[in-house]
């Protein structure tokens, strides 16, 4: 059982570039998130996903994109990268968006903007 | 709105010693309270949460938390530290809602020195 898969990695970019970071989740959850982690600062809610068609702005969603593709997969969109999105972005997932359960999270995807 | 506050950023024990983790939260409905660890280059994983009921909670690896309605506090315990119990820890809130809702702390990074 997988879980929670994100890809890539890592990346490099330069400021001006764009790409997408994927997330996929095996565990049939409805819930998806996109978080970033930077120093001191925990984790911030980019965007979520409650359910299959659904997107919302989280506390810090500027600069960036989502796609809910399906049930399984939410992918975030750098337009135009900058170096205050260098960061470690995590994907997550629950079962039903309800707050008395867990998130499941991926391992990360380590993003530097040059 | 909610929110989660972690005493240090950064707590050294000795092996054997108690380890003791801080985390305050204000909400302002009935919390809904999580412990996260995040060991380097991972996702966070569940270590224990509080719904409702029980007040002392255990979790996995002989960690504890007891939620103090009184104190707004969730603080996080272990009796004898384990050279593999360094990692960052996260303190995490949820209201009486969705996901969208999770708020988490700066986090704490345990040292366990020899």
């Known amino acids: 059982n997988a879980g929670v898969t994100q890809t890539p990695k890592f990346q490099v970019l330069k400021t001006g570039q764009s790409m997408t970071l994927q997330c996929a989740q095996d565990?049939?959850?409805?819930?998806m998130y996109w978080y970033r982690q930077d120093p001191g600062m925990g984790l911030r809610l980019i965007y979520y996903?409650?359910?299959?068609?659904?997107?919302d702005k989280g506390e810090v969603p500027n600069g960036y994109n989502v796609s809910r593709l399906n049930k399984r997969e939410f992918s975030l969109r750098l337009e135009s990268a900058a170096p205050s999105q260098t960061s470690v972005y995590f994907c997550?997932?629950?079962?039903?968006?309800?707050?008395?359960?867990?998130?499941?999270f991926g391992d990360g995807t380590r993003l530097s903007i040059l | 709105a909610q929110s989660v506050t972690q005493l240090g950023s950064h707590v050294s024990v000795s092996e054997g010693a108690l380890v003791l983790l801080r985390c305050n939260y204000s909400?302002?409905?009935?919390?809904?309270l999580f412990w996260y660890v995040q060991y380097p280059n991972q996702g966070l994983q569940l270590l224990l949460k509080?719904?409702?009921?029980?007040?002392l909670v255990k979790g996995i690896n002989g960690f504890e938390a007891e939620f103090k309605k009184s104190e707004t506090s969730f603080h996080l315990t272990k009796p004898s530290a384990h050279m593999s119990d360094a990692a960052e820890y996260f303190c995490?809130?949820?209201?009486?809602?969705?996901?969208?809702?999770?708020?988490f702390g700066p986090g704490t990074r345990l040292s366990v020195l020899p």
């Open positions: 997550a997932s629950d079962l039903q968006g309800n707050s008395n359960q867990p998130q499941h």
């Open positions: 565990m049939n959850h409805n819930s």
């Open positions: 996903s409650a359910s299959e068609g659904t997107t």
């Open positions: 909400s302002s409905v009935p919390p809904y």
């Open positions: 509080y719904t409702t009921g029980a007040t």
């Open positions: 995490a809130v949820s209201e009486n809602n969705y996901g969208q809702n999770f708020v």
